[in-house]
């Protein structure tokens, strides 16, 4: 839990989202600013900032992650997807704490 961490607060309750899955490990919310007619994002309950900083300890949880992509695709109704993980300012994340895109049903009219 980082106090300065908008996905840390959406885990907390703090800040509400539009929850599509919740184990003790994960959690995926709908993304606020869609890019995608579908666009959600698979994050950790553990704050890890960026990829770059995960290690064989967060391999399991990595790979969980990853395994959740086709199933929460599957129940936004999506056939196919694609998965992003921005990473590192140079890489356009702006929200540092790990998370997995998960975009499909074509773009959005936005
Ligand atoms: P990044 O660029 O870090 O890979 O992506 C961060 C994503 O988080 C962006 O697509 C942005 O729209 C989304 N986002 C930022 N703040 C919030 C929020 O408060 N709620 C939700 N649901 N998504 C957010
Ligand atoms: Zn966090």
Redesign the pocket.
Known sequence: MSADC?FCK?ISGA?P??KIYEDDEVIA?????P?AKV?F?IVPKLHVETLKDCDTSHQQLLGKMLLLAPKLAAEQGLKGFKT???TGKEG?????HI?I?VFGGGKTDA
Not at 29 to 33: A, L, R, V
């Open positions: 908008i959406i800040i989202c539009k919310f709908h993304d606020i600013k890019m666009h994002l992003l993980i921005n356009g994340q702006e929200v540092f998370h895109h």
